[in-house]
């Protein structure tokens, strides 16, 4: 499951996969080498190390399957630890409707006036399944129960990442409207993901998949990748619920998009984190698929808050406590309860 979910902000081109003939080898080599030109590390002496290390291998493959191990290497040099290479059986398991990572939803209990929102780790590339994550989230918020509460604890304990477009809608009612997080990419460019309402865009287009991606990072464009089509807004227009205290509880395993969802919030007034330092997958994927089905997922960019904060690691908590025996949790808990307006507790 972690290795299917710790992609983060995944956002994998799906296409057809075509048989790839002994003739064709270097023209593989050539196009997954042209791709991981795109990663967030590729301007390093490592990266140009293990370039030279590995392409003398590369060239002398007489199959794709020859080049996976070496480009498996690759993929981190050019991302860091965030990045990978999969192979073509792997990689189509990790697209198929219904597995593990694809069924968990946001779900809610409320202690007093307190709601307490678990916000899973989540992927997948089936419309039905994640409007059923985003129809989740939307039903939480739409209730009277939810509207009565004075305050929030965001759980993202056991969340090792996934969609983060997902994640961030599920929790968009809680958001102020604005940009919440930016992304820099290796040449200083910086891009922003705003709020409004219920719905996400990135530099003012809707966040709707991988096409967001052209003309902001590069090397990404010379792909042509077709990308995702996902849900830009949560569905059923819940009402905004901003202005309450919000707490957010963290862990070692709060890896990716979890992370990215810790940002979102870093900066917003009456916000705060609790628990230990985030399993530190603070960079942004992309990914490319190659003829032969095999696929890279390779980090392009680091992720920051909305003050511009950028991270390369895990992200400290503001309140440290123990994630293990509960006590980041209750801390959580008695923090936005202590925020609330007088009397409305419970």
């Excluded at 949560?234 to 940002?263: C, D, H, I, N, Y």
């Amino acid at each position: 499951m972690a290795a299917a979910i710790t992609g983060g902000a995944l956002l994998l081109s799906i296409a057809a996969a075509a048989p790839v003939d002994d003739s064709g080898v270097r023209a593989y080599v050539d196009r997954a080498l042209s791709g991981l030109r795109a990663g967030y590390y590729v301007d390093t002496p490592e990266w140009d190390e293990a370039l030279a290390q590995e392409v003398p291998g590369l060239r002398a493959a007489e199959s794709p399957s020859d080049t996976y191990a070496a480009l498996s290497r690759l993929a981190r040099a050019a991302g860091g630890r965030h990045s990978r290479f999969s192979g073509p059986e792997q990689a189509a398991a990790t697209s198929q409707p219904d597995v593990p990572w694809s069924r968990t939803t946001p779900t809610v209990r409320y202690e007093g006036r307190i709601g307490i929102l678990t916000i899973p780790g989540f992927s997948s590339v089936h419309a039905g399944e994640q409007d059923r994550y985003l129809r989740a989230a939307s039903e939480i918020f739409g209730s009277a129960q939810a509207r009565s509460a004075c305050g929030w604890v965001i759980d993202l304990q056991q969340n090792e990442g996934g969609l983060a477009w997902a994640m961030l809608l599920a929790a968009s009612p809680l958001l102020d409207d604005g940009t919440v997080e930016q992304f820099r990419a290796r040449d200083g460019r910086a891009s922003a993901i705003r709020v409004s309402g219920t719905s996400l865009s990135w530099e003012g287009r809707r966040w709707d998949g991988l096409p967001v991606f052209a003309g902001r990072f590069g090397a990404l464009d010379q792909l042509g990748l077709p990308g995702l089509v996902v849900a830009p807004s949560l569905p059923g227009v819940p009402a905004k619920l901003t202005g309450w205290p919000v707490a957010l509880v963290q862990s070692t395993r709060s890896a990716s998009a979890a992370e990215m969802v810790l940002l979102a919030f870093a900066g917003q007034e009456r916000t705060a984190t609790f628990g230990s330092e985030s399993a530190g997958y603070t960079t942004l994927n992309g990914g490319f698929m190659l003829p032969d089905g095999a696929q890279v997922t390779l980090s392009f960019a680091l992720m920051g808050d909305r003050d511009g904060n950028f991270f390369e690691g895990a992200i400290p908590p503001d309140h440290p406590a123990d994630p293990e025996d509960g006590s980041a949790l209750d801390a959580a808990r008695s923090w936005a309860l202590q925020q609330c307006p007088s009397g409305s507790g419970g």
